[in-house]
Each structure stands twice: as structure tokens, then as C-alpha cells.
């Protein structure tokens, strides 16, 4: 993991002023923004209508951490009119390694120093936000739990990189069912914010996307207490699977892998599956449907074989790799598919690769994308004509198998018979 080591904190001293200056807060609200001045106005004022209607007797601090937008982020958000009289606005511009992680650690330290006792995170593009989901977000920390992920309702094609990996992994590796492990929108208590302060990561790339995947993790490793929020659906930006996550997907299942590296000891401990309480009820609109670049999916999938065919061979088992070979020599996409446990076979032994990869570690994960392509258009293909309901249910199975084939992945990680450096050559 990439380690810069400049900073020992995210506030700036302005901003450190400001937070000295209110003393103590009951709650604070983070929101981590980035160049959002047409969305952001609407979820500042959901916070606090949020905050004044369920928690009037409590001090609340709201901030905005900022990454230097130059757009009209910070104006936006400066403009708000706050005729609150318990509720307080920062705006600043975060110190660090430019991600939402340093967003984060800024707006924990506010948190700390204020003596909060419980934080509640928001992304700064959502449309879909209510004021209802503070109290949702909020009400388990009160009452006793440490850290609250969001449990949306999303469109059966919404999430597919949670839906491909990091929700199966989470549940499969770590032996806790959450859904939505980076979901962006979290609660944390006192003792889990300080936690995660103490943690020597904030100079790593775990500052970025990776965050939220590290918070889950981190709360289920350090044996907190968890449950989980229903929040309605959640609305924000483009949601085509086909367009480029490679930035986010290299982040997030980087972090991954970089986590269960790490964790080998803890995962070998882990016998069964729990699952986590499940608080509220959905509030606003149902998740909206959208079309689908099928054809981009797969065509994307069929370069990567040109590319990266001799990295696969060397990676995956030979019988998935025939599998893969004949589906990238297809041209019918209605036979398209790449089964369930080939895929997860695939993922074990790419995540068991990453750890032996000190060197090439995220050029092995690129590799990944275009089999990852292939594995959302066959998703897509299998549920098409499934309704909600439907969908989720095959979604539970598919983790079902990551389930049962853990074993498989805990063995490949006590081998060291592999010298992935010498897959791909710069």
C-alpha cells in the first residue's frame, strides 16, 4: 500500500479554531464533498431539518470536508441559510491524501476533540436523502451500537461491484452478513471513531474510496457492535455498469484484498456466518430503473482476453480458463455466461495472487477488470426478466457459494508456490 507520511492531521487550523471555539457537540455530522455545488444545498438541509426534528435537545456540528472543489462547492455550502440555534455548519478543505478517506479522518477528529457521541456520514451527491435517514442512521448509535452501514433499496443492477464481490467477500470471509459494505452513508459511536483514529493507515491509499470498505472491516475485526439501517433507495449520478469504474473498482477491491491479506489469521478463525439486526424503514422513492450497455460489457471482456489471455492462463484454474477462452471466442450474447463458480474460483485465486504480489500487485488487479465486465453481464443476462425480489434472492445464493467455497481461497493463501512478479512485465 502507497504511503506518503506527510500529515499528522486532516484539520486545518482554521477549522481546528472553529471546533475549539463550539467546545462539545452531541453529534456530528460529516459530509465528505468534491466538487458537488448542484447536490450538495439539498443534503445540508436534509441533515438539519434530520437533526432539529428528531434530536432537538441535542448540539449538533455539521461539516462539510472539502477537497478543494473549484467549483462552488464550499459557496454552497457556506450560503446555507442555518436558523438552527443547536446546530452548527463548518466548511473546510480537508489536509491529506486527496480521497474521501481524508474526509473522513478530518471530520473524526472534529468528532474526537468534540467529544461527540455519535457521528453520522453522508455523501454530498445524494438526491435521494431524507430526513428521516439521520434518525435511521443515528437512533442505533444512541442506543448502544457502534457502527450502523446503509441497507438501501437499489435497483437489481445498482452496486456491481458490491454485488460481485465486496458484499460476498464481507460475508463469506469476514462470516458477518452485511449488504451494502461500501455504501458510503455510515453511523459510528465514540469508541469507534477513536478506533479508527488510532489506526496507522490515514497515509495510504485506504485516504480514498477505499475507505468504506476499510470502516466495515475495521468495525467487524475489532469485535464492535454492528447492525444495519434501512434507508430507501439511494440516488446519485451515473449508475450504467458499463461506463469506467476502473478507478473505483482498483480502490475498493484493492482495499479488499489488501485487508484479507492482512487478516489471514483472523479469517481462519471464522466458522460461521451472523446476521446483523436490520433498523427502520425505507424512507422516499423506490430505486429507479436504467438501461444497460450489455454489448460494451462483453466487448470489454473480449479485449481484455486479447491482453491479458496469458495472465489468465497463469492466474485461474485450466478448466476456467477454457471456460473463459471459449466465452471471449463467442459471438452469440444470448448463450453468454460465466457460471457462479467459476467466478468465484476466479476471485479467490486473483485475491491469492494479490498477497503474494509484493511488486505488481495492481497491475495483477487491472487484469481483473474485463473478467469482472463478464461476470455483471452474465448478472445482467440471469435477472433480466427477475423482478426485485427475485433478484435479491439469487444474489443471496451467489454468496452462498462464496460461502462454501471459503476453504478454497484459505488454502491457496497458506501455499507459496506462486511468483506473481513474473506474470507481467512492465
Known amino acids: 500500500m502507497s504511503r506518503t507520511g506527510r500529515f499528522s492531521t486532516a ?5 481546528r479554531r472553529q471546533i475549539e471555539h463550539l467546545g462539545q457537540a ?5 459530509i465528505p464533498s468534491y466538487y458537488s455545488d448542484d447536490s450538495l444545498a439539498h443534503v445540508i438541509q436534509m ?29 454552497v455550502a457556506q450560503s446555507i441559510d442555518n436558523h438552527h440555534f443547536h446546530i452548527d455548519i463548518l466548511v473546510t478543505i480537508y489536509r491529506g491524501i486527496p480521497g474521501k478517506g481524508s474526509a473522513f479522518r478530518a471530520i473524526f477528529e472534529a468528532a474526537k476533540y468534540l467529544r461527540a457521541s455519535a457521528v453520522a456520514l453522508f455523501d454530498s451527491d445524494l438526491k435521494s436523502i431524507k430526513p428521516g435517514w439521520v434518525r435511521n442512521i443515528l437512533d442505533p448509535i444512541l442506543n448502544g451500537y457502534d457502527f450502523v452501514a446503509p441497507d438501501y433499496s437499489r435497483y437489481k443492477f445498482d452496486g456491481t461491484i458490491t454485488n460481485t464481490i465486496a458484499y460476498n467477500l464481507t460475508r463469506a470471509l469476514y462470516g458477518v452478513n452485511i449488504r451494502q459494505p461500501i455504501g458510503g452513508d455510515f453511523g459510528m459511536s465514540r469508541a469507534m ?8 493507515v490515514w497515509d495510504t491509499d485506504i485516504a480514498k474510496f477505499g475507505v468504506d470498505i476499510w470502516l466495515t472491516t475495521t468495525a467487524i475485526t475489532g469485535g464492535f457492535r454492528l447492525c444495519q439501517a434501512k434507508l430507501g433507495a439511494k440516488i446519485h449520478g451515473e449508475k450504467d455498469p458499463a461506463a469506467d469504474l476502473g478507478p473505483m473498482f482498483r480502490e475498493v477491491v484493492g482495499t479488499i484484498f489488501i485487508l484479507l491479506c492482512s487478516d489471514q489469521t483472523y479469517l481462519e478463525k471464522v466458522t460461521e456466518t451472523i446476521s446483523t439486526p436490520i433498523f427502520g424503514e425505507a424512507i422516499g422513492e423506490e430505486p429507479e430503473s436504467f438501461e444497460v450497455n450489455l454489448e460494451a460489457l462483453i466487448n470489454y471482456f473480449s479485449i481484455g482476453f486479447k491482453n491479458f489471455g496469458s495472465v489468465w492462463a497463469n492466474i485461474i484454474e485450466e478448466k476456467d480458463y477454457e471456460i473463459i477462452k471459449k466465452l471471449a471466442q463467442s459471438k452469440s450474447l444470448k448463450s453468454f455466461n460465466l457460471p457462479t463458480d467459476v467466478w468465484v474460483r476466479i476471485v479467490y485465486r486473483y485475491a491469492h495472487y494479490f498477497c503474494r504480489a509484493e511488486h505488481q500487485r495492481f497491475m495483477i488487479l487491472d487484469t481483473l477488470i474485463p473478467l469482472y465486465n463478464a461476470r455483471v453481464a452474465s448478472l445482467i443476462k440471469i435477472l433480466k426478466e427477475k423482478n426485485q425480489a427475485e433478484a435479491e434472492e439469487y444474489y443471496d445464493s451467489q454468496a452462498q457459494v462464496f460461502e462454501s467455497m471459503r476453504g478454497y481461497l484459505i488454502e491457496l493463501l497458506h501455499k507459496n508456490d506462486v511468483s506473481p512478479e513474473i506474470i507481467i512485465r512492465k
Open 193 to 200: 471513531v477513536n478506533h479508527c483514529l488510532n489506526q496507522d
Open 11 to 15: 484539520m486545518r487550523e482554521s477549522a
Open 47 to 75: 441533515v438539519a431539518e434530520g437533526l432539529d426534528h428528531f434530536y432537538p435537545e441535542k448540539k449538533a456540528l455539521i461539516i462539510i470536508a472539502d477537497g478543494g472543489s473549484t467549483d462552488d462547492t464550499r459557496e
Open 26 to 30: 452531541d453529534i456530528v455530522v460529516g
